[in-house]
């Protein structure tokens, strides 16, 4: 079955630093897809950045990018020069071939960033 | 483009009584679904329709129940509410599940308290 394990329920970061937030998934697929969505407080849920298991490079989104380690079964999203408007719920997911041929999404538990001035 | 509407924003109801959560996207995506979100637990799939006429249980189904109404609209129903079900509801919609890369889009959500 599919898993993902986000084990940060929470961090924090200054303004302009980079944060690492973590993310580990468990699959016995050989292709799926891994995703980040951003909840702030307003609640909507805003799809970030994906990684797709065959793509060769890490994923990258402006300030966002994606440490995908296959072997590790990790897929860190990483945050560059961290702004206020970062704050937030951050969640990993992840989509893989099933049984049936439609791949519904799973979710990790969540981490929630707080970017200090 | 509004994308996918959800309607109610906000409920409540009384231990026993029904409702219908009413969800609406305008990009003409195949597959829809419900997700429930409560603290500490992350999103869980509800059910989901992989196409026009077609829905299926996920992880959580016990207590609701699901209508493709057509390919724009997808509902949620809770036929006895319990205090359970208290949760923010997520109706989402994506190209379709058949491939691996396409991104939910999501509604703003439905916060339902049951007393």
């Known amino acids: 079955a599919q898993k993902i394990t986000q084990t940060q329920p929470g961090m924090f970061v200054q303004e302009k630093e980079a944060v690492t937030l973590d993310c580990t998934y468990d699959?016995?697929?050989?292709?799926?897809?891994l995703f980040w969505y951003k909840q702030p407080s307003s609640g909507e849920m805003i799809f970030l950045i994906y990684q797709g298991s065959y793509d060769q490079q890490n994923a990258t989104e402006g300030r966002y990018s994606l440490n995908f380690q296959k072997a590790r079964k990790s897929a860190n999203l990483v945050i560059s020069a961290s702004q206020l408007g970062d704050s937030a719920m951050y969640f990993c997911?992840?989509?893989?071939?099933?049984?049936?041929?439609?791949?519904?999404?799973?979710f990790g538990t969540g981490t929630r960033l707080l970017v200090s001035p | 483009n509004a994308g996918v509407t959800q309607t109610p924003k906000f409920q409540v109801l009384k231990t026993g009584q029904s409702m219908t959560l009413q969800c609406a996207q305008d990009?003409?995506?195949?597959?829809m679904y419900w997700y429930r979100q409560d603290p500490g637990m992350g999103l869980r799939l509800i059910y989901y329709s992989a196409s026009e006429g077609t829905t299926d249980k996920g992880e959580v189904p016990n207590g609701y129940n699901v209508s493709r109404l057509n390919k724009r609209e997808f509902s949620l129903r809770l036929e006895s509410a319990a205090p359970s079900q208290t949760s923010v509801y997520f109706c989402?919609?994506?190209?379709?599940?058949?491939?691996?890369?396409?991104?939910?889009?999501f509604g703003n959500g439905t916060r339902l308290t049951v007393t």
């Open positions: 699959t016995s697929d050989p292709s799926y897809g």
């Open positions: 997911a992840m989509r893989s071939e099933m049984n049936t041929g439609f791949q519904k999404l799973v």
């Open positions: 990009m003409n995506h195949n597959s």
């Open positions: 989402a919609s994506s190209d379709g599940g058949w491939t691996y890369n396409s991104p939910l889009h």
